[in-house]
């Protein structure tokens, strides 16, 4: 069964977020790291881990 990465994450992320209940800050702040560390000069490095 082939499933999109968006789907998987959006499903895997509301699951985290309604059994965890983690504060909306640190989803946001999770968020935004993730964003930035995406566009900046250390994507290269984090690619390396994720592949």
Do not use: E, Q
Not at 3 to 20: F, N, R
Not at 45 to 51: A, L, P, S, T
């Amino acid at each position: 069964m082939n499933v999109p990465l968006w789907l998987a994450l959006l499903a895997v992320g509301y699951l985290g977020v309604k059994l965890i209940r983690p504060p909306w800050w640190l989803i946001a702040v999770l968020l935004l790291g993730g964003f930035l560390l995406a566009h900046s000069v250390l994507a290269p490095v984090v690619n390396g881990f994720v592949k």
